[in-house]
């Protein structure tokens, strides 16, 4: 009742109300924060808490956590690692273009003003779902290594740990590989690049073992291989050429790609260029090319054409052929009977189905956006039994549903392709004051048909990551007051049949470092390459990074990498 005096009366906003209720806590109301719980007693009121644990800190997590802005769960965070990562930048950490510590940022930083906040540096290796709980032990990475191990009970589990590297179980990669995935394989690349340059430069070492050090490989033609690419590139001619004068003919550079092209998920105008820059740049892109095999000696290709397999020396190679599924997910995919997938799935509230309270966002989820195509062709095939042309509009509204809610692709893909008159018909068919709706059903399961088959995952990227991080962190701020006050504010009661509107991603654009100052970048529908684009490539990441600390400390990284050059020492 006093909140909804409080509600109805903004006079009162400046008196604190506060009343018992029934356990013995104690509701305070405010202006700011007017449902707010507030517990007199910390043993009584942690039990009326939510339990919310928290798997990861990386971008769904940290963007999670940053939106957070409801004291009324407990939230636990556990991860190995105690700090983000902002992963756009770690090939420009290879190469010592920017350091390590400038672009992670520690977690109880990011949380330090949320003291329903705790952080444990564990990893969790097993995900009970009908117990509640989540099995953890502590960081492999630590002095800890593993020994001390503790459950932890929740009410609500989200589960963001992201994805590992994908080796498609070619023989010999985990053993010679490197990858690109985690800061310290970026500290590790560094440091091999320099080994290189170093055992190249003995006297000892004849020009054909030379040759064979000094051969870069990149397996993978997506944005962080050509952007490794690159940046050896660029070391190697702006900055090895003075330190290292002997063995800087030496270097060579391949990129190896099982596609057809390099950054196929770009624009082609964008492939394009970034293929015929590699080529002036004496890179060698080999397309059509799959590994089968790395041995201490030799990488092994089958050509996809010919099926000829070859091998060839290297010094050093990167593996970055996109990313695989973590086994305490994939354990966690059994319970739940999602074992055939190969990543979480959840909806479009990113609730993962089949589970309670269970919500799964970044790289090791995706929604299941299929489904849609099987309830729309479910009222298809009924449609044609009865082959009228005509559809019971009640069977329409049972199988569709908030379909255009909930599927806001399908919506946007037919605006897009000018079949606005589809789109209108499912809004019309939503409409319950609608009696029939008459179509043209062939002409509307082909442009079905023709979405299904645009209809794709939503990419891995941080860009996604952190929407959902933002989404799902929105929805907890509201939940309570939606659960408190159901007829609740108008602003909150939306549409559908869903308290809360399903998550839409909005895509903002991408950029593919190409070496040499120059950068490639499609936003919207627009596409620019070369040294301007270079320049917004500069100011968004630098606005993108989490804190005013690691903006400062990479602008001042690229300011001394401008003058005084990469730093090539291996420590
Ligand atoms: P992550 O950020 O990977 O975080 C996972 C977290 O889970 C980590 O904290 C990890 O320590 C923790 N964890 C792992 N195992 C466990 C466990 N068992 N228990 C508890 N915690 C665990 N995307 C873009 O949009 N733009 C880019 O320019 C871009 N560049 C990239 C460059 C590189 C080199 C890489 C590797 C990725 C890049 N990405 C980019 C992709 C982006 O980094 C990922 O999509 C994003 O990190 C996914 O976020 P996430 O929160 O799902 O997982």
Redesign the pocket.
Known sequence: RAARAFRDHPSLSKVLVVCTVSGGGLAAFSDSKPFQIAHADAGQGDCKKKKVVV?????????FLKNLNNPNYDVQV????N???F?????SVTNGTVEARSIVEP?RTIVRKKPYVKFEE????KIDEKAKKVY?RSSQDTNLAGQEEFTLDYDILVV?????PNTFNTPGVEEHAHF???VE??QKLRRSVIDCFERASLPSVSEEEKKKILHFVVVGGG??GV??AAEIHDFATEDIAKLYPTVKDFVQITLLEAGDHILNMFDKRITAFAEEKFQRDGINVKTGSMVVKLSDTGISTKERTTGEVSTIPYGMVLW?TG?GT???IMNFMKQIGQANRRVLATDEWLRVENCDNVYA?????TINQRKVMADISAIFRKADKNDTGKLNLKEFHEVMGDICERYPQVDIYLKKNKMKSIADLLKKAQDPNSQSIEIDIEKFKKALAEVDSQMKNL????????Q??EYLAKCFNRMEQCEMFPEGPLRMRGEGRHRFHPFRYRHLG??APLGGEQTAAELYDWVFYGYSSQWLWYSV?ASKLISWRTRVLVVSDWIRRFIFGRDSSRI
């Open positions: 798997l990861g800190t990386g971008w769904a997590t940290t963007s556990v991860s190995p690692r700090y983000f990562a992963t756009p930048l770690l090939p977690i564990a990893e969790c290796y953890c963001a740990i992201g994805a590992r690109l995935k985690e394989d970026a944005p962080t952007e490794f970055s990313i973590r086994p305490v966002l970044g790289d090791c989820a990419p891995a990227t941080a860009q996604v990551a952190a959902q991080g991408q950029f990441y």
